[in-house]
């Protein structure tokens, strides 16, 4: 094809064949073109569309990959997956994201004109460019949104996969905790031989059905997530929904188990106790037969009584006798054993053996009857007479012996012969009859004998088995991997002291026990003799709580697991952890047993003090598990000494200074505290309820008061209510009205105050002497007219007021503390005579006895209370107020001044503070210069001018407290007159 040429010579020529708009400016038209630019674009563009290429094969690949990936079948796989998946996927993102960025910047480039110049007019290839650029970008958005279509699908299986490896994970562990449920219930084939076993059986069940509860939580938990996946839609329903029915069956199937279990030990409990009721009244019966005499029925009297005691126990038989067999078998049939059935036919047997003997002895005693009744037939003077005449004739009284004997010795012969071989089924079901044969009662200790040393053999070798299969298997180097970290070297605190008890009881206890095997009545003398070495039971209870704890955080470890397969426990190591606990509480029931059967043996004494040292014990370790429980107290508990009593009581407060507040409320509500006695303080705590299992859930006991023993009185009755009584502090500056729960308790504390404050009084009298013997060598003498030593008045003074004060305790039963220490002389304080121990009693009103006025501080005390105490004056206190009525013992202010007007008298100046201490004989004051520290002797007609009208800060006239009474009222306490100094105690305060 030849196409024409033609030949320009000019631009003109040009434009008349190519319009100038098609024209770049250097060729004279008006079309902008730049070539660099078209370049530059055109590179871009086939750049871009590369890319756009290239990105959406690779999402395709990538999709493929997604789509053909395998799903794993375990949780880590699963989430690998998930976790790789989704790093490619945001790759992906992160390309298709740079290429919308470059093609944006390329229509950018391509517009730029337009952007600069609105009326610029793009050329056609401008604008072609803009029309691939602009299909290649909604090629991208379409690639990219295919993509996040595929993904979301893809992601939500994969999490669904995941949520179904974490369900079929957790469903195994689920499955197999309830099958090891089933087994463990598996294993309840006993239904018991006895009521205690049966209990005991109940108890374990009860505890593995408390174990499984938390396992059926998580199955139904899990049922009910698997339920949540099937309604979301689940890809796996045909996986998830078997599971879930699998769970709930097995649910179910254990529930059912459960309640059939423990209905066939209800069963099982009931029929044994239909057994030992049967047994408890045939031995009765037997003892009834054994235990009447045969001079008994000697009487008609006698006779008739004892037929009436037969009758009246036969009559006890509806609600004892076991029914027919026949209805047993039909009733429990379920539950019978071979053994059940055999103990079943044995105890009708023996129920029918005891009523051939009753209906025996019943006919025996209506023919004695009978016999008694031949002499009145006859008519005779006074036949009545003869009939009631306790002592029978001879020939009647032969008679009766020839038809009573042989039933009797038989009953009695046979009532032997059964004891010896059946004590040990029977003796708990007849510890309270009474047992007049010695034969008997030897049998029966010899049995407790055995019993005590049985126990005592199965309880060392528990000991041993714990100590050597747990305690050594923890330091172990081939069981060190199966400890975790939080339970290494917790050895002490898991096991406490157990190897110190082990060895007491292994090498010395249970051999010193076999030594009285024949002579079981002397074991109280074995645990007199031990009775100090029981003390290490205290420690080993206070361990208790630590041990429990720790036990409960590491119960489930493989370690413990592992050891109880090894020594074939059926029970875990927190059951023997107890036995301690438990064969310390069982030595008082066993003491308690020989007790009953040796009232009139030789050791019999021992035994009642070994039975009331060992409950001491008990009593001691149970305060001590009280005592650790008290928080707050910055002291040191020991140096409180022994801890005798603690108790929960309602407590009113009242004070005489600075306390309105409290006294006007301690009348209407009382504060709930919790008292600790000891031998030199009172603690009041309060009382803590503890959330938690176990020991966790023990109370605890914060601190809040404690009053010193040695300024304590107490006054033991308040009107109107027979459990209240008082303790008060410091001459009744603090008064706490105590409420026991019952009288008893009140009396038992009580008792127990009133003895250390005897004791008390007992060491005050003893230092009493001590520094009368002392002060026969140290005070000045005074002029006395009869040549009277001061020190032998004073010892006379002593004697007497000893006398008075013979008792601590009150008509009212009010005592007072008198253990206060007497500091050395040249110190504030008070010398020992005989003024200074007077006592102060707060005495009930009583015919015959005059009342006192009280101080001013004790009136108001008083006042608005329902105290049942007024205080009164004895009759040695008011010969003493008549020789002298205006001065007692007590601090006093000097209003005039007393030159000294000898070498033995004391100096006294104006407004100096003075304390009279104890008067002496020929009018004569013991007097001291709180000031100056001075001691002396000082006339009374001299004191009376140098104190005016000067009041004892610790007791006023009762001129000043009641019109009228001329007597003085002392009403300091002991702990005041000595000057004692005392620790200021916060109130109790809620």
Not at 116 to 123: D, I, R, W
Not at 453 to 470: D, H, I, Q, S, W
Not at 609 to 626: F, R, W
Not at 698 to 709: E, R, T, V
């Amino acid at each position: 094809m030849k196409l024409p040429i033609i030949m320009l010579s000019s631009l003109a020529e040009l434009n008349s064949y190519i319009d100038r708009t098609q024209l770049t400016e250097d060729l004279g038209g008006t079309l902008d073109y730049c070539h660099n630019r078209w370049l530059t674009h055109r590179t871009a563009i086939e750049n871009f569309a590369q890319m756009v290429k290239q990105t959406a094969k690779n999402l395709r690949s990538f999709g493929t990959e997604l789509a053909e990936t395998e799903l794993p079948n375990d949780v880590q796989s699963t989430s690998a997956l998930l976790t790789a998946h989704t790093e490619n996927k945001d790759k992906m993102k992160e390309d298709l994201r740079i290429a919308l960025i470059q093609g944006q910047d390329i229509l950018k480039s391509i517009r730029k004109p337009v952007f600069e110049n609105s009326e610029y007019n793009m050329n056609p290839d401008q604008l072609e460019n803009q029309t691939t650029v602009e299909r290649l970008l909604a090629q991208l958005d379409e690639t990219e949104a295919a993509f996040d279509d595929f993904w979301s699908k893809h992601q939500q299986k994969l999490e669904q996969c995941l949520q179904l490896r974490h369900f079929e994970l957790e469903f195994k562990e689920v499955k197999a905790a309830l099958d090891s449920v089933s087994e463990r219930l598996s294993h309840f084939t006993e239904v018991g031989n006895s009521c205690s076993h049966v209990e005991h059986i109940l108890k374990d069940l009860t505890s593995s059905e408390e174990k499984s509860h938390e396992i059926l939580g998580r199955a139904k938990m899990l049922i009910s997530k698997g339920d949540q996946f099937i309604q979301n839609n689940h890809y796996a329903v045909d996986s998830i929904l078997p599971k879930c029915n699998e769970l709930q069956h097995h649910c179910d199937a254990i529930a059912t188990a459960v309640n059939k279990i423990r209905a066939f030990l209800n069963q099982s409990h009931e029929l044994h106790s239909r057994l030992e009721k049967s047994m408890k009244w045939c031995d009765e019966g037997i003892f009834l037969l054994a235990s009447q005499p045969v001079d008994k029925c000697q009487s008609q009297d006698g006779a008739e009584s004892a037929l009436q005691e037969i009758e009246k126990f036969l009559e006890t038989g509806g609600d004892n006798k076991l029914m027919e067999l026949n209805y047993l078998f039909r009733e429990y049939e379920a539950i019978l054993s071979e053994e059940l059935m055999e103990h079943i036919q044995k105890v009708l047997q023996k129920q029918e053996s005891m009523e051939e003997m009753f209906q025996k002895r019943h006919v025996s005693l209506k023919k004695l009857a009978a016999k008694q009744m031949r002499p009145v037939q006859p008519v005779a003077p006074r036949p009545e007479n003869c009939l009631k005449s306790p002592c029978p004739s001879p020939g009647l009284q032969r008679d009766t012996e020839d038809s009573s004997s042989p039933d009797s010795l038989m009953v009695r012969g046979m009532y032997l012969r059964r004891i010896k071989r059946e004590i040990s089924e029977i003796h708990q079901n007849r510890g309270g009859s009474v047992m007049d044969d010695e034969e008997n009662l030897a049998v029966l200790r010899k049995h407790v004998m055995n019993e005590l040393l049985e126990t005592e053999r199965a309880y060392v070798e528990e000991l041993l088995c714990v100590l050597e299969g747990y305690a050594a298997e923890m330091d172990s180097p081939l069981m060190a991997h199966l400890i975790l970290p939080g339970l290494q070297n917790k050895k002490d605190v898991l096991f406490g002291n157990m190897e110190e008890i082990y060895h007491f009881h292994n090498r010395i206890f249970l051999r010193e026990l076999e030594n009285y095997i024949e002579y079981p009545e002397l074991v109280g003398r074995c645990f007199l003799e031990r009775m100090e070495d029981f003390q290490i039971y205290e420690k080993y209870c206070q361990n208790k709580p630590r041990s429990e704890s720790l036990w409960r955080q590491f119960s489930d470890s493989v370690f413990f697991q592992e050891c109880q397969r090894k020594l074939d426990h059926k029970l875990s190591l927190d059951s023997y952890l107890l036995k301690p606990v438990q064969r310390i509480t069982k030595y008082q029931l066993l003491l308690k047993e020989m007790l009953k059967y040796s009232k009139n043996c030789e050791g019999a004494e021992d035994l009642q003090e070994a039975l009331t040292s060992i409950l001491g014990i008990l009593k001691a370790v149970n305060d001590s598990m009280h005592q650790i429980a008290i928080t707050g107290y910055d002291g040191n508990l020991n140096e409180l000494g022994k801890l005798l009593m603690q108790g929960s009581f309602s407590v009113w407060t009242d004070h005489k200074k600075g306390h309105s507040k409290v006294k006007d409320l301690a009348r209407f509500k009382p504060m709930q505290r919790h008292l600790f006695l000891h031998e030199k303080a009172i603690l009041f705590c309060k009382k803590r309820e503890e959330n938690g299992e176990g020991y966790e859930k023990a109370p605890s006991y914060s601190f809040k008061n404690s009053l010193n023993m040695t300024a304590v009185g107490i006054t033991e009755n308040v009107k109107g209510d027979a459990k209240k009584f008082e303790i008060w502090y410091n001459a009744r500056e603090e008064v706490y009205i105590i409420q026991a729960p019952t009288a008893e308790v009140k009396a038992t504390w009580v008792n127990e105050i009133r003895k250390v404050l005897t004791s008390q009084l007992q060491a005050c009298r003893q230092a009493s002497q001590h520094r009368v013997l002392e002060h026969t060598h140290s005070l000045p003498l005074p002029a006395s007219s009869n040549n009277t030593s001061p020190s032998r008045n004073e010892a006379r003074n002593i004697r007497k007021q000893e006398e008075r004060s013979a008792g601590v305790v009150s008509p009212d039963g009010c005592v007072t503390s008198v253990a206060s220490k007497y500091p050395e002389k040249g110190k504030e304080t008070a010398s020992p005579t005989a003024k200074s121990q007077t006592l102060p009693m707060i005495l009930l009103s009583r015919p015959g006895w005059s009342k006192t006025s009280q101080s001013l501080d004790a009136s108001e005390e008083n006042d608005g209370w329902s105290s049942a105490e007024d205080p009164l004056n004895s009759s040695d206190a008011e010969e003493e107020v008549k020789v002298e009525k205006k001065l007692t013992p007590g601090k006093y202010t000097v209003v005039a001044d007393h030159d000294r007007g000898g070498p033995e008298d004391l100096v006294l100046k104006s407004g100096e503070l003075v304390q009279l201490i104890h008067e002496g004989e020929d009018g004569l004051w013991y007097v001291k210069n709180l000031t100056t520290s001075k001691e002396g002797w000082v006339p009374v007609n001299s004191l009376l001018v140098l104190l005016g009208n000067s009041k004892s800060a610790i007791s006023l006239s009762s001129s000043e407290s009641a019109a009228g009474s001329s007597t003085l009222s002392s009403s300091s306490s002991y702990s005041e007159s000595c000057n004692v100094s005392s620790i200021s105690f916060s109130d109790i305060k809620g």
